[in-house]
């Protein structure tokens, strides 16, 4: 049998990675360029895209560790292979602290390693002035100019994001540790920051105010996970394997992974991009899963959803400009900035005239992975019980067009479900009760991946929910206490269908009465 190739799942060491021989895809090109462009950068790029990787890729690189570099773009590029005194710290160790003495005690054990290297000074107390002394003895001692890299630089942030008085704190700490980057500026050859979130320069970074954010830049767009291009170039034996063990064709099973995994752009003329950790995982265990959602829980974004009272329908296809999401999270007025800098959004398409952004939810792993954490949150349904029959069924129905099948599972479902604690208090959170049924069955379609669509807009009022399937245009309208006719003549009535009569898809009209006494959709009433 033919042996296949390892991915490194879990492994961000370059020099590891290479001499181990796991399967790398060569990004080399794009980091020398990118150490042209300025000798102070930052990148931000959502948890698990390779970041931590790219970090200790430039680590070897600077450290002039060029035999792990044989057969790779940079060997073309780079004259010099230079040794440079390296700094390279991984913040993300500092997470999860409680108090401000936790965190700089976190820091100083972050840099321990090095002061055994390069020493420290009896009268550094603070991680900053160490971190300082440690920039100013390297140059000194090596004669050279140090490249430092700073991995994970928001990670003890994140954790505090919805704290009001550990955030300011923990700013502060995290303030006074940058601030030698400029103060030790002529002793630097090249800084690279890397991170999810975009904070400020000003309250993080102080005075250091020549960081290039490449964040947006369409050079360098590919510089994290893999384009299409390199899965067609270096990973056809391996769609072909898989393709093998699911029964399909290789085209087919392209299809499929594109279908998953894809999606993700970060720039205006970026390739589409997949998520490197799921797509190598795929690889790995040979099987197609939501690998990014199992490999943590969004906590720190949950909770700033619930913080901002974020319309969860709301989310999928928005167009805004950029100020809107690449803004300094500590300044944000809403979760989109988390969300997109987060990958739960990402850039679906630019109008160049208006210089709008158009996000929306990249691919299918999101979608469901993104309403299985919701579900509970927002409307005390577990993924697991959407999945469990009852979306095959409702799909299988939805499929066959039969709407009253179709509706029926899902009544019968709703009638099904747990008793849900706190069920009057989120009812009294939504603007109406329709409301919480709204985002109920919003999540419960995106769970099926379903185009879904609430509060649509139309000459004379706004219909509750659009579904769309291939075959089929959905138009539904709920009432509260009230009857499944007066729901279906209201669509009528206000004509909420009429927008789709030239789009070609059979339209079906469904009006349904719901009972908050009963929590359940007491009747239903379809008009094709």
């Not at 954790?159 to 980057?181: D, G, I, K, S, T």
């Not at 913080?307 to 999401?325: G, M, N, Q, R």
Request: with cysteine; glycine share 6%; aromatic share 12%.
């Amino acid at each position: 049998m033919e042996q296949r190739r390892r991915y490194p799942v879990g492994i961000q060491t370059f020099s590891r990675l290479r001499k181990e021989g796991y399967v790398y895809i060569d990004k080399t090109d794009l980091m020398w360029k990118m150490t042209r462009v300025s000798p102070f950068i930052f990148l931000s790029r959502p948890r698990r895209f390779g970041k931590s990787l790219l970090a200790t890729t430039l680590c070897s690189f600077f450290r002039g560790e060029r035999e792990f570099f044989e057969g790779l773009k940079v060997m073309e590029l780079e004259k010099e292979w230079k040794s440079y005194p390296v700094l390279h710290i991984d913040v993300s160790m500092a997470k999860g602290r409680d108090s401000v003495e936790e965190l700089r005690n976190a820091l100083l054990t972050e840099l321990k390693p090095l002061y055994d290297i390069y020493g420290k000074d009896p009268g550094e107390n603070t991680p900053g002035e160490v971190f300082s002394g440690l920039i100013r003895r390297a140059y000194e001692k090596t004669g050279e100019q140090v490249v430092v890299v700073v991995d994970e630089y928001d990670a003890p942030l994140l954790e505090v994001l919805h704290e009001e008085v550990l955030l300011p704190a923990f700013r502060r700490v995290m303030q006074e540790f940058y601030q030698c980057l400029k103060a030790r500026e002529a002793m630097i050859r090249f800084c690279f920051i890397t991170g999810i979130t975009k904070f400020s320069q000003l309250s993080i970074f102080s005075t250091l105010n020549n960081i290039t954010n490449i964040s947006l830049d369409d050079d360098f767009a590919a510089i994290c996970g893999i384009t299409g291009d390199e899965i067609d170039e270096h990973m056809q034996p391996d769609v072909a394997h898989l393709a093998e063990e699911y029964d399909v064709t290789p085209q087919e099973m392209r299809q499929m992974l594109r279908h998953t995994y894809d999606g993700y752009r970060f720039s205006r003329k970026s390739p589409d991009i997949y998520n490197p950790f799921s797509l190598m995982k795929t690889f790995n265990q040979h099987e197609l899963r939501n690998w990014w959602f199992e490999s943590g829980t969004p906590s720190y974004l949950l909770r700033q959803m619930r913080h901002f009272h974020t319309d969860i329908t709301k989310i999928d296809d928005i167009e805004v400009p950029s100020s809107a999401f690449d803004q300094p999270t500590e300044n944000m007025l809403d979760a989109l900035p988390l969300l997109y800098q987060s990958g739960y959004l990402t850039i679906k398409d630019y109008d160049s005239f208006g210089r709008i952004y158009t996000l929306g939810i990249p691919n299918q792993e999101v979608r469901v992975g993104f309403t299985e954490g919701l579900l509970p949150t927002v409307a005390g349904i577990r993924g697991s019980d959407v999945q469990a029959g009852f979306a095959l069924r409702f799909w299988r129905a939805l499929h066959a067009n039969d709407t009253d099948l179709a509706l029926r599972e899902l009544q019968a479902y709703l009638e099904g479900l747990p008793n849900v604690e706190g069920f009057k208090k989120k009812l009294e959170e939504v603007a109406v009760a329709e409301g919480f049924y709204e985002w109920t069955f919003y999540l419960i379609f995106s769970m099926l991946n379903v185009y879904v669509q609430t509060q649509v807009k139309c000459a004379r009022g706004r219909a509750d929910m659009v579904v769309f399937t291939p075959e089929v245009i959905y138009v539904m309208e709920l009432k509260l206490n009230g009857t499944a006719q007066d729901a279906l003549d209201q669509i009528n009535d206000k004509g909420y269908a009429k927008r789709y009569a030239t789009d070609g898809r059979r339209i079906v009209k469904a009006g349904m009465g719901f009972s908050i006494e009963k929590r359940a959709l007491t009747d239903y009433v379809i008009e094709d």
